[in-house]
């Protein structure tokens, strides 16, 4: 190990952590993202309704992937009906 | 002056309604829990008081034992004090919600109907169950009747509580025997108990410098209950282990408060001795078998045998130290457990009092009991045959080449 981490004595109880739940990033074990074809996209919004991590926004216009949360499961790709999301390799 | 306890009122109740008032005299903020033979009679009863008016607890009926924990531990970690009842199966489907509720620090108060798990198929009464939940990080306490029972209930939110400890407790009565059995209970007046428990503090921690209670609150946001990898995960064991110490003076702190207010003390909190200073032989047990025990010793005394009963009321954090001590000076010692164990040199108790005495010069010679499994009776019977053998074994200086036995088992 490169960097001493705090012993029992220095953490907080129960392994509180001080930030809500919001400010972590989980995306980051994704092996597949997914990689939308604008033109092809007819703004149904079903990839929207299904995403289980709620990473895709729409903000009336674009339709967006937040990759800070976008696990890679493929939903979106399998549920889209113009197939227009590809899954790609990270 | 001895200071005179408070002025209490005598009912006629069963060890599950002495829970109840227990709990409707700790003013509980959240209840959830299942229905389960032989603990419905808790919930009954307590789900009797909310629908009444007579407390004000959020009752959250779910459909199994696993959700009832987890709404407790939410419950929990938004500040609430928070209690709630199972047994047998209903603990066993708990188990991983048992361990999550000791590791997150939230002192929630579970009453535990001791019954036989399932395997055979049985609904009567030993404390296999409970003795199984013993790694699970709680504070646990064994009560020998009903009376006992709402005593240890009330203190096992104090216990919890205390600033020092912030652990969940388990308060485990005998099922039938106790849950079920009418029996003359002593309760607080209202305002009495109320004083008594206070109402629950949540733990101060400090975050960049400043204190913030360890409670969910969008003002503070924290996450409790993150995930604690190889990086971290023993870092927190140790953490946890550090806090059941702390909990051993306060169970014993708490204890002689209560005995204060009430008259009734139950030894140091962990051990009550009768008649084990100059005993030859010691009968180990916790539970309701320690009140039947008791009785045999002192009949056995009256005949001039010189017998002895410890009854272990707390079994987590486990006395092994005062154990140590009060065994020391003793030739032979039987440990009467209503668990049962295959594969091993006897059941929990048999082990972990073995292991407490292993340290000593001179160490007793200790024999193992099983019985009372599956709800068979534990009559003084018992106790007799178990007495006569280590009494014989003390005369003969002779001890059997395997030290564990079954009681009232056919061949
Ligand atoms: S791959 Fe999964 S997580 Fe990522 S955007 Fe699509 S549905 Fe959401
Ligand atoms: S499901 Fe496909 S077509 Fe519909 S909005 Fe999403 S990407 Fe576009």
Not at chain 2, 93 to 116: C, G, K, N, W, Y
Not at chain 2, 284 to 300: D, E, I, N, P, W
Request: aromatic content about 8%; some cysteine; glycine content about 8%.
């Amino acid at each position: 190990m490169t960097q001493k981490l705090p012993g029992s004595k220095d953490i907080p109880p129960a392994g509180v952590t001080w930030k809500s739940a919001t400010e972590y990033k989980t995306g980051d074990w994704r092996s597949k993202r997914p990689v939308r074809d604008d033109e092809k996209c007819t703004r149904c919004l079903i990839c929207w309704i299904f995403c289980p991590d709620a990473a895709i926004s729409w903000d009336g216009k674009n339709i967006q992937f937040d990759m800070n949360y976008c696990k890679g499961c493929g939903i979106c790709a399998e549920e889209c009906p113009v197939k227009c999301i590809d899954m790609e390799d990270e | 002056m001895k200071p005179m306890p408070a002025k209490q009122i005598l009912m006629g109740i069963n060890g599950d309604e002495a829970v109840a008032y227990a709990a409707k005299h700790a003013l509980v903020d959240v209840c959830a829990a299942y229905p389960i033979t032989p603990q419905t009679i808790i919930v009954e009863k307590f789900a009797e008081f909310v629908a009444n008016g007579e407390v004000e607890t959020e009752f959250v009926r779910v459909e199994s034992e696993h959700s009832a924990l987890s709404a407790c531990l939410g419950a929990s970690a938004a500040g609430a004090r928070t209690f709630t009842a199972s047994a047998a199966n209903g603990i066993e489907l708990m188990h991983e919600v048992i361990f999550l509720t000791s590791s997150i620090r939230q002192p929630v108060v579970m009453a535990v109907a001791d019954r036989s798990p399932s395997g055979p198929i049985n609904i009567h009464g030993d404390q296999t169950v409970s003795l199984a939940q013993r790694d699970t990080g709680w504070i646990m306490i064994y009560c020998e009747n009903s009376q006992e029972a709402y005593d240890s209930t009330l203190q096992a939110f104090r216990i919890g509580e205390h600033p020092d400890v912030q652990l969940p407790v388990m308060t485990m009565l005998d099922g039938f025997v106790l849950t079920h059995t009418l029996e003359n209970v002593y309760l607080l007046k209202d305002a009495d108990a109320h004083k008594f428990v206070g109402r629950r503090q949540p733990m101060m921690i400090t975050i960049d410098g400043k204190q913030v209670p360890l409670k969910l609150d969008p003002k503070t946001p924290i996450t409790i209950g993150p995930l604690q990898l190889f990086d971290y995960y023993m870092e927190s064991k140790l953490q946890h282990s550090e806090a059941m110490e702390k909990a051993r003076p306060v169970v014993t702190q708490i204890n002689n408060e209560w005995a204060q207010l009430t008259g009734r003390k139950y030894g140091d909190g962990y051990l009550q001795p009768f008649k084990v200073t100059d005993a030859d032989a010691v009968i180990l047990t916790t539970g309701s078998s320690a009140g039947t025990a008791r009785f045999v010793t002192r009949q056995l005394r009256a005949q001039g045998k010189k017998v002895g009963l410890l009854k272990l009321r707390t079994f987590r954090p486990f006395p092994d130290k005062k154990i140590a001590k009060l065994l020391a000076d003793v030739p032979v010692v039987g440990i009467f457990e209503r668990t049962h164990t295959t594969g091993s040199l006897g059941g929990p108790l048999f082990n972990e009092v073995r292991s407490a005495l292993y340290d000593l010069d001179t160490r007793p010679t200790i024999l193992g009991y099983y019985g009372g499994l599956g709800g068979r009776d534990v009559t003084p019977d018992h106790f007799r045959t178990i007495y006569k053998e280590l009494l014989k074994i003390k005369d003969t200086g002779k001890s059997p080449r395997n030290p564990i036995k079954y009681i009232t088992v056919r061949k």
